[in-house]
C-alpha cells in the first residue's frame, strides 16, 4: 500500500478513535469521521466496509506477520513454542502501536455492538495459525489444539499489557 493510502488509514482510524472517546462510538457517525479526517465518505468507504471495522483494521498485517514467522521458525520447533516465538516477534509491533491500542480497548471495551466482532477477529486469526502449524507439518488436531491455546495465552497477555505495559513482556522474555 502507498504511504499516501496508510496516512489516509491513519488519519480516519485516529479519527474514529478520538470521535468515539469524545462521544461514544455508538454517537459517532461515518460521516463525522471522514470530516475529522478531512475526507470523503467514499475514501472512508474504500478503505473499510463499515463504521465497525475502522477500529478493527490491522487484522491482516497482524495475520502476515504472525504466520510468517511460523512459517520461518526453526525445524523441529514445537507447536507452542513456535507460536510463542511468533508472538514475542511481533512484541515490538504492538508496542509501537501502545498509543492506539490502549485507548481503542477502552472503547471496544465500553461499546457492546462492538464485544462480537473481536471474537470473529480472533477466531479467524486462530485459524490463520492453525493453517501455518499444518503448512509446517504439524496433525490437524494438535495444530488445532496449539492455535487455540497459544492465542488464548496471546489475548490474555495483550490484554495483561494493556493493563500493565511491563508486566507481561517480562514473562514472555524470559521463554525458551
Aim: glycine fraction near 6%; hydrophobic fraction near 45%.
Amino acid at each position: 500500500m502507498a504511504k499516501k493510502e496508510d496516512d489516509v488509514r491513519t488519519r480516519l482510524q485516529g479519527a474514529a478513535l478520538e470521535l468515539s472517546r469524545e462521544r461514544g462510538y455508538e454517537r459517532t457517525t461515518a460521516a463525522e469521521i471522514v470530516a475529522r479526517a478531512g475526507v470523503t465518505e467514499r475514501t472512508f468507504f474504500r478503505h473499510f466496509p463499515d463504521k465497525r471495522e475502522v477500529l478493527f483494521d490491522g487484522e491482516a498485517m497482524v495475520r502476515a506477520a504472525l504466520t510468517a514467522s511460523i512459517a520461518d521458525a526453526p525445524a523441529g520447533l514445537g507447536p507452542l513454542d513456535t507460536l510463542f516465538g511468533a508472538f514475542r516477534s511481533f512484541q515490538p509491533a504492538l508496542e509501537d502501536n501502545w498509543s492506539y491500542a490502549k485507548p481503542r480497548h477502552k472503547v471496544i471495551s465500553a461499546t457492546p455492538a462492538l464485544h462480537e466482532r473481536e471474537p470473529a477477529k480472533i477466531a479467524a486469526l486462530t485459524d490463520a495459525l492453525t493453517a501455518a502449524l499444518k503448512a509446517r507439518g504439524v496433525a490437524d488436531l494438535r495444530a488445532v489444539l496449539a492455535a487455540r491455546t497459544g492465542m488464548a495465552a496471546f489475548v490474555h497477555a495483550t490484554l495483561s499489557w494493556l493493563n500493565d505495559p511491563t508486566a507481561v513482556w517480562r514473562a514472555y522474555r524470559s521463554r525458551p
